[in-house]
């Protein structure tokens, strides 16, 4: 019977040291850590898959939140009825329970909940902000090589030509087309 740590922090500037350190505090002597370390919403786990692949029957899973174990309500809820069914005990810190106990379950499930619908509400704020900003003509995205000035200008003196104006600024027509 193991006691393992899994760490996991979204960006590489970000440390797992924290995490660890909150494990020790609360008593957690780690045999054996793993760790992701990652950026953005997709994301490669190759610490993840190795400790589910490293745990047995009467480990305990030790992570300092619940958010560690997936990014969604339905990978959180699987991993832990996955370990569950295996034998090994979940314990979340931040949430202070157990999450293979009926009362972890149900926290567990509340909790996974919550963090979904946050995710989604920040989802909804920056698509509405995204909205007002093109409204008000913010231009959204990687910022343009040719600015749409010289190209309406070179389109009025060379009469609308767009080929042309593509040869002459060095850009496809595609982009000429878009600032007429």
Known sequence: MSTIAYLRVSTGDQSTENQLLQIRTAGYIPDRTFEDIFSGSTMERSG???MLEYLR???TLV???I???GRNTIGVLETVETLKARGVRVVSLRESFDLTTPIGQMML???AAMAQMEKSLIAERR???MARARSKGTHMGRPRETP???IREALQRLQGNVS???KELGCSRQTVMRAR
Request: charge should be negative.
């Open 48 to 50: 993840f898959k190795a």
């Open 57 to 59: 029957d009467g480990d």
């Open 63 to 65: 992570v300092s939140a």
């Open 67 to 69: 958010d560690r174990l």
């Open 109 to 111: 499930t509340m909790m």
């Open 127 to 129: 698509d509405a902000g």
């Open 148 to 150: 749409v000035e010289d």
């Open 164 to 166: 042309a104006v593509s």
